[in-house]
């Protein structure tokens, strides 16, 4: 079973590899930094699953808002070939976990739009952003919304999850519903928001790192574990001969 990462150039994703391989061992990584959209593409026809991982700002250009450009730190490469991954995965039918970036990404892919940057642009007691004098995650609450598939994965209503981001979703993408909020009102995790009726391939992000959190925190490895169970049944099921 392989699963394509993606990151930055340079960048070490070794935490997402030892998150997923405490579900199973036998699963090989695909690291994906650089690549053109073609190349995306191609090297995504050799996975069973795609995760987005964290980094840098999508470029707001992309969801119509160069005027805040200036708040964010944008890696235009890794954007075209995460916009790449994302249209093509969609036709694999290919199940997608994204995290912290990985979500915002995947918001602006269908649609959705984000606030830049929430110290300047949000108001909220609430710290989200890593602490820049230890440089560790911040922590905060979490509610969980009845009925969806995050709330069956983690079987709580509330959780406490780290936070190391400066930027959320503003104007959520139309297909999707929120999972989770935080305890300010931001939307912390996102899914389909008809996947209920069936008919589309697996998708799920969340806001948070749950590679960093304690594997016995409910917030963590469940997520791994229901994203591998859904690549397995892609991997022997629905993936097209290539």
Known sequence: MKIALTKSEGTDVS???????????????IELAGLTAE???QALH????????????????????????????IDAVRDEMEFALIHHSRELRMPVLGI????????????????????????????????SET??????????????????????????????????????????TPSAYSIDGIIEALEW???????????????????RLAYDNPMSLPIATHFLLEVDAYRVLVKPGL
């Open 135 to 176: 440089n560790e995650d911040s922590m905060h609450g979490v509610e969980m919304q009845p009925g969806t598939i995050l709330r069956h994965y983690v079987g709580v209503f509330e959780g406490t999850v780290n936070s190391a981001h400066h930027q959320c979703v503003d104007q959520l993408a139309d297909v999707f």
């Open 193 to 211: 928001g008809d996947a209920s009726l069936g008919g589309k391939p697996f998708l799920f992000a969340v806001q948070w790192h749950p590679e």
């Open 39 to 41: 190349e995306a593409r």
């Open 100 to 131: 912290c970036r990985g979500m915002q990404i995947l918001n602006v892919a269908y649609g959705g739009t984000l606030v830049a940057d929430i110290p300047t642009q949000q108001s909220t007691t609430t710290e989200h952003r890593r602490n």
């Open 15 to 29: 935490n997402y590899i030892s998150w997923l391989k405490a579900v199973r061992k036998d699963i090989e990584c």
């Open 46 to 73: 050799r996975a069973d699953g795609l995760l987005l991982t964290g980094g840098a700002d999508v470029d707001p250009v992309r969801y119509e808002h160069e005027d805040y450009r200036e708040l964010c730190k």
